[in-house]
């Protein structure tokens, strides 16, 4: 609610207050860590089996998956769509880097999985943003046909991992981090460099703050349209070869739901569905969070049948939490 | 007419985190009167409504209605009351009927299963209407109607209530001279029945024809009341100030040898096959345009068919004697056409981002390495336009949804300017801008000019167009009907071509 104010009386201010103030805007922004800081420390208080190396390592194993579907996801999400169809992408792009390996060098098969992955991204983003269907619309068929395709490929059965490269990729590690953390680090690494460094970044902030806007000052919306929904295919496409390579079977029936997960992390981290309004790292956190909370119950022994009522009334608690503090500030 | 007043403020006091938007206000609203409400932009205008129909709860002061201390819990309860609000952005239901969103708010009648009752509903939004002097049918779709129609179907609500003070905000920012006429014969029906009018306005003009008395605000402070017959307009612009502003400054024309010269954009018979029929104008080197009409006369949509928003059906564009094609925006920029469209919020701005990359974003795409933004040179070029407009922003990080409409504005021109236009397309270029800031965008559009920028202004206001083009072209139903220069540009002119009348 504040009124411009003229520079004289800006700089004025000590420097005292403007670091109260970049701490406030800092917290604002990064409400979601702190609120995974916490809930670590509620955890490792309750479970002395949680602050250990072994159960971060597994925490953070077991949260790449959904993160990287969540950087994608967060895409698409700032320019105000959204992307139903990434469960069913990370099935169909499973199913086909393991079937390419059969008759293929390993590495040659998982590239060949994730570009199957971002070009069933493409055709999502073609009938988007040339056809102008809603995007809701749009991935909800998606998400039906590529499983349909995925179930077609593999003929209903799961396809077994024969390579011992292409198992590296889940179960691997470099050092003492495992492999998919490193993947899951790396792409939230590119994504928040590409969204804040470059141009086509910019664009799908203002594509999604203002569409019309954006198309009266020349942004190529359509292709900047088209490209979110191919990247969001790409992450859906590496977390299906990531979850492959860790069950050592890709199954057409893998993924299911997980595109609410996806969409669960991006808002818990901060950015607005309305789209616009957004941050990547928020969305890694978002991830973790929903990581961090499944482990806790599960080692405090909580039934996994309450453990879903318990995350599902989290998220909604945490966006209403959320929406408070936005609305106060 | 006016008795003892039906509602008091005193001193009302309304803070923000940071910014103290009302400070100590008081006023007073009489039975059957038009009190006009001014202020420049962030004076705190909207905010005193705002409280007054409950919305905003004051920190300090009391609110006194019908001669007892009241505060409302909310703005349904303030409408309940007898205080109805008609915003400037209309709150219709656009896919609802006339006749319900005539009684959207108040009780619809029912039967005794709960079900409502539709004749009821039509007859009595239909007496509504007939009571300030419409026909309109309540089962038409509202988004059928034309703006001036939808105000109607406002003003109807808000009487549905048994309002005793109805306050309207910039009711005439949309409506066509002939659709004010019509909304203040209305305002004097609604004043005989004792209502009581706040009418928030920037337009002099109208304030002087309409209002009792005005009060104005400055920087959310009461400055005075003064009666509206005993003012005139610079005292009511230096109230609002605090200074005096000369906004109606008029120039020597532009003279412009045709036979010498070749225009830098010159438009024939240009259509969009809907709005648009016949386009047809030119613009010189150092010259600004104006291009007049009623509301819905096709001039935003010329505009937009020559800056490549919509598709050009039949006619031809030559910039500097060369024909040239936009099948898009993206290829009207690269040639060096800018628009400054109509709305700045839903055409302009990017709310959310800050000021230098909502100054910058044309410049982005073209400063870049590999992908990567050139920060140095992009920082540049926000300072620097920044600057050169005279933008008042804490930094340029802070939000564009901060600054004022002003400010937004000159940011948005800024924006443009960055690409060096071969011809600049302003439309409306001060709507919602203050007396202060506008005379700031006169100064640079006049400014633009001399340096040897083509300028074409688009604006409902007729002292806009006098006061700055060295031609105008007059608009009529899609046509451009008429051409005007040097003293021929006055009211009368425009208003005879533009009500399709003909001149000599």
Request: with cysteine.
């Amino acid at each position: 609610m504040s009124v411009s104010q003229p520079e004289v009386n800006q700089k004025k201010n000590s420097t005292g207050a403007n670091l109260k103030q970049n701490i406030g805007k800092f917290l604002n922004k990064m409400g979601i860590i702190v609120v995974v800081v916490l809930l670590c420390l509620l955890f490792s208080v309750l479970s002395s089996d949680f602050l250990t190396w072994n159960n971060i390592v597994n925490v953070a194993r077991q949260t790449s998956i959904s993160a990287i579907l969540a950087a994608g996801m967060t895409f698409v999400i700032l320019t105000g769509g959204i992307d139903l169809s990434i469960g069913a992408i990370v099935a169909l792009a499973g199913v086909c880097a393991v079937s390419f390996s059969g008759f293929m060098p390993a590495p040659l098969a998982i590239i060949g999985g994730i570009t199957v992955g971002g070009l069933a991204g493409y055709v999502n983003g073609i009938l988007t943003s040339v056809s102008r269907l809603p995007a809701i619309i749009v991935t909800l068929g998606s998400m039906t046909y590529l499983r349909g395709i995925a179930y077609v490929v593999t003929g209903g059965y799961p396809l077994m991992v024969e390579s011992n490269f292409f198992k590296s990729i889940g179960t691997g590690y470099l050092g003492p981090i495992p492999v998919p953390v490193i993947i899951m680090i790396a792409v939230f690494a590119i994504a928040h460099v590409v969204l804040k460094y470059t141009s086509f970044g910019r664009n799908i902030y203002m594509v999604g703050g203002n569409e019309e806007a954006a198309r009266l000052t020349g942004i190529k919306v359509t292709s900047s349209l088209t490209w979110v929904y191919t990247i969001s295919g790409i992450c859906a496409g590496i977390a299906g070869v990531i979850l492959a390579a860790r069950l050592f079977s890709a199954q057409p029936n893998a993924g299911m739901g997980y595109e609410l997960d996806a969409i669960a992390a991006v808002v818990l981290g901060g950015t607005s569905l309305v789209g616009g309004v957004g941050f990547i790292v928020g969305s890694l956190f978002g991830a973790l969070f929903m990581g961090v909370l499944s482990n806790g119950l599960t080692l405090l022994n909580v039934p996994y049948y309450w453990q879903l009522i318990i995350k599902g009334l989290v998220i909604v608690l945490a966006i209403y939490i959320d929406r408070v503090r936005r609305k106060k500030s | 007419m006016s008795e003892g007043p039906i509602l008091q403020l005193k001193g009302i006091t309304k803070t923000f985190p940071g910014v103290k938007s009302l400070d100590n206000v008081s006023m007073d609203v009489r039975q059957g009167e038009v009190l006009a409400l001014m202020g420049e932009n962030g004076a705190g205008k909207s905010t005193l409504m705002k409280v007054v129909c409950g919305v905003y709860f004051p920190d300090e002061g009391d609110i006194i209605y019908h001669g007892k201390k009241e505060s409302w819990s909310g703005p349904l309860d303030a409408r309940k009351k007898g205080i109805s609000v008609i915003h400037q952005e209309l709150k219709l239901a656009t896919n609802l009927t006339v006749g319900e969103n005539v009684l959207m708010g108040a009780e619809v009648p029912k039967n005794k299963f709960g079900l409502i009752k539709w004749d009821e509903v039509n007859t009595r939004a239909k007496d509504l209407l007939e009571s300030i002097g419409s026909d309109l049918d309540p089962k038409l779709l509202v988004s059928s109607l034309s703006v001036a129609q939808q105000q109607i179907v406002e003003i109807a609500r808000a009487l549905s209530i048994q309002a005793d003070i109805i306050i309207m905000d910039e009711p005439s920012a949309t409506l066509s001279s002939k659709e004010i006429d019509k909304l203040f014969s209305l305002i004097e029906l609604l004043k005989s029945k004792n209502v009581a009018i706040v009418y928030v306005s920037h337009r002099m003009e109208e304030i002087f024809k309409i209002s009792d008395r005005c009060t104005v605000l400055r920087d959310g402070q009461y400055v005075g009341t003064v009666n509206t017959k005993d003012t005139d307009e610079r005292e009511l612009i230096k109230l609002m100030v605090g200074r005096e502003v000369n906004v109606t400054k008029k120039k020597v024309a532009k003279q412009i040898d045709r036979r010498k010269e070749t225009p830098v954009l010159a438009v024939n018979k240009l259509s969009d096959g809907k709005e648009l029929i016949d386009g047809t104008l030119e613009v010189y080197s150092g010259e600004i345009v104006g291009v007049a009409g009623l509301v819905g006369s096709g001039r935003s949509e010329l505009l937009q068919a020559i800056f490549g928003h919509t598709k050009a059906k039949a006619g031809t564009i030559k910039l500097n004697g060369e024909v040239i094609h936009n099948k898009d925006p993206r290829s009207a920029i690269q040639k060096g056409i800018a628009l400054v469209p109509e709305s700045r919020k839903d055409q302009s701005l990017f709310l959310d981002l800050g000021v230098g990359e909502n100054i910058s974003v044309i410049k982005i795409p073209t400063n870049t390495h590999f992908g990567f933004i050139k920060r140095k040179v992009i920082q540049q070029i926000e300072e620097d336009y920044k600057k050169k407009l005279n933008v008042k922003t804490p930094n340029l990080a802070t939000k564009i949804l901060n600054l004022s409409g002003g400010n937004q504005q000159k940011a948005i021109i800024a924006r443009w300017l960055s690409i060096a236009p071969k011809v600049l397309l302003l439309d409306e270029p001060t709507r919602g801008v203050d007396v202060g800031a506008k005379a700031e965008i006169y100064e640079i559009i006049h400014q633009l000019a001399k340096e040897g920028f083509s300028v074409i202004v688009v604006s409902s206001e007729l002292p806009e167009i006098m006061s700055l083009s060295d031609r105008a072209y007059v608009m009529h139903e899609g046509n451009v009907v008429g051409e005007l220069t040097g003293d021929q540009i006055n009211q009368e002119a425009i208003m005879t071509y533009a009500t399709g009348g003909k001149i000599g």
